[in-house]
């Protein structure tokens, strides 16, 4: 099994923490990384309704099939030209999304006229998703500190018409500079991405536990700043393509362990994906935290994610 592993191209030390964490499973879970995924797109419906793009791409030719958790998402089945290329792209109808990555602002369930915060932005995927279900009403402060991908998210929220969103070229770890209190926050924090190896492949071998743990240590400030700024009541959902229990659920623990607010973990709005791990290597975590998901490639046909829903109270 772990030859099998090292065959993909993963180096011993993750081959082995897989097989520690899904015994068998690990190699069903990284051949599917190995494929494509399905080409998938979510309709603006701050500029078309649902049935009217979808109609007008079947006369084109294309054919899909529904993201069971996104009203508004679909996967191509029949893609006869680059959905790219076709004027309702061009356009800004409809917006290429990953159909794991609708998942995190459906979590959120923002709302028209709330304040919302996004911490982590580029290039605007879940921005401009969380736009169209507030109907353009209300505001989102949607930071990022890539200056090139921030560009790109200009120029993906104009294609899609969105107007309630301010993009702040700074580090969320300064998000109390701005003095507010949110409503709701979104930090899909930056990861070591390890479950986007279907896009990623050479991160099989160049990612290190180093990595893992610079990107853990960044969440957890990341995650303590977005706490310390959302309302009592308010709600942080905290979503990663990583697979790696330490950029997961070892940071939700720590937030339950170390924050001096209190926060509780909720059930997510829609029970797609798996329960998060309680017990990875061996290491016992509070019950609470099975009530974040993990979706997986081999069972979900999306890239490895994790989301969780916290409310401070
Ligand atoms: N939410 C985006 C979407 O759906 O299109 C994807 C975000 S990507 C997973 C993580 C992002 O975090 C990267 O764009 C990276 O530039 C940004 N980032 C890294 N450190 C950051 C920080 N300290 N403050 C804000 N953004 C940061």
Partial sequence: MLEKLFRLGYPKTFAERY???WGERALSIVQAMENPLPRCFRVNT????VPA????????GFQFKRVPWAREGFCLTREPF???STPEYLGGL????EAGSM????ALEPKPGEVIADMAAAPGGKTSYLAQLMKNKGIIYAFDVGEERLKETRLNLSRLGVTNTILIHKSSLYIDELGIEFDKILLDAPCTGSGTIHKNPERKASRTMEDVKFCQNLQMKLLEKGLSVLRKGGILVYST?????????????WVLDNFNVNVNVELLPLKYGEPALTNPFGIELSEEIAKARRFYPDRHGTSGFFV???RRI
């Fill in 103 to 106: 998942y995190p602002p459906i």
């Fill in 308 to 310: 969780a829903k916290i």
């Fill in 82 to 84: 680059s959905i790219a």
């Fill in 53 to 60: 793009l979808t109609k007008l791409l079947n006369k084109k």
């Fill in 241 to 253: 393509c990583s697979l790696e229990p330490e950029e997961n659920e070892f940071v939700i623990q």
């Fill in 19 to 21: 097989y520690k964490l």
């Fill in 94 to 97: 409809l917006y290429i999304q």
């Fill in 46 to 49: 701050l500029r078309i309704d």
